[in-house]
């Protein structure tokens, strides 16, 4: 004889935050430098983000030409993450408050 | 240095004696930097991010260290650099290759720091700073022959 399932009972959140409200959390930025190879720079892109080369290439060259260019918008914890890891690659990256 | 075969992974170079020179004086200046390249945040609380950035510090320094053992560990051993006629092969994996790669940019970010982040090197070079401008054009062209041999 099959014993009868006791469903949880659900309970529905009636009030939700607009995206608006929620964490904006911090975008990740490389920014341009004298001395960072560019071929480099692409590797160490495809290296920490698991890019494809074109992508990786795309923002290589928006740091170059632009200046600098946003390659992760994440959490604080995730963001600092990559910071670390571009770093320790000796690019000119830091993590700045999304808006 | 010369890429000379490159298979499942595996890469050999051909270093000239002068070559093996360079690249080993290079790699005994590690580490040349002493911290971050740039601040963890430029326009965040720095209250807030106060720690984190004492966090960033610690986490580069510890890299360095390991890094570092590394260096020490891949000069010191035996029969990494296969001697014959004309010269030396090298045989590398791929994470060897990144990680000498991490390592030469290392010493060429660090030089570049510590002659005052110039925006170009021309004028050091004028002003007598051969030295330094000739280590970081080292890294460089060790850096390109590894990087061209990944796209290969």
Known sequence: ?99 | MKLIEAKDGQFVFFFAKRERLLLTHVLRLYPVGSGPVAPLSKSGDEQKLAEHEQTLIDALAENRADQKKLVDAFLGEEGRFDEDKRGYRLRLNVDQIRWLLQVLNEVRVGRWVQLGRPPELAALVMAGQVEPVAEMEICAFFQMQLLGAMGA
């Open chain 1, 1 to 99: 004889m099959a014993a009868t399932i006791e469903l949880p009972d659900v309970v529905r959140e009636e009030d939700t935050e607009s995206k608006e409200n929620l964490d904006p959390g911090f975008v990740v930025i490389c920014w341009d430098d004298p001395v960072n190879l560019m071929d480099y720079v692409t590797h160490v892109f495809q290296t920490v983000f698991g890019w494809t080369k074109e992508k990786a290439e795309f923002h290589m060259l928006e740091v170059h030409q632009k200046g600098k260019s946003v390659l992760a918008r994440e959490s604080m914890e995730r963001a600092e993450c990559y910071v670390h890891e571009l770093q320790k690659h000796q690019l000119h990256a830091t993590m700045e408050p999304a808006k």
